[in-house]
Nanobody
Framework: QLQLAESGGGLVQPGGSLRLSCAASGLPLGYYPIGWFRQAPGKEREGVSCISSGGRSTNYADSVKGRFTISRDNAKNTVYLQMNSLKPEDTAVYYC??????????????????WGQGTQVTVSA
């Protein structure tokens, strides 16, 4: 069973940066496409970014393009989300998730099988 654990969240001022990490255990992370999702209070969970199993292909939601960068280090069983130029509307709980390889490139929540417990990101002055 693949287990995922997010870290790196916190409180940051608008315009600031954070780097989230998603560490895997139980199974090799390198087999799976990985996505980052977020859920703000009262809103549905939404896809933020995803990366193919080998790391050569990425996808971003329009709201974060040019500000967020997803990457992975399969040797360390870890996926990262570098978040720059943060805005108050980026405030949410951020989750990482793994999908079956056939769904690589998708940000559809229902296609992802394994989920972490989330890390809170708060952007506020």
């Amino acid at each position: 069973q693949l287990q995922l654990a997010e870290s790196g969240g916190g409180l940051v001022q608008p315009g600031g940066s954070l780097r989230l990490s998603c560490a895997a255990s139980g199974l090799p992370l390198g087999y799976y496409p990985i996505g980052w999702f977020r859920q703000a209070p009262g809103k549905e969970r939404e896809g933020v970014s995803c990366i193919s199993s080998g790391g050569r292909s990425t996808n971003y939601a329009d709201s974060v393009k040019g500000r967020f960068t997803i990457s992975r280090d399969n040797a360390k069983n870890t996926v990262y989300l570098q978040m720059n130029s943060l805005k108050p509307e980026d405030t949410a709980v951020y989750y990482c998730a793994a999908a079956p390889p056939r769904y690589s490139g998708s940000l559809a929540v229902h296609l992802y099988d394994y989920w972490g417990q989330g890390t809170q990101v708060t952007v506020s002055a």
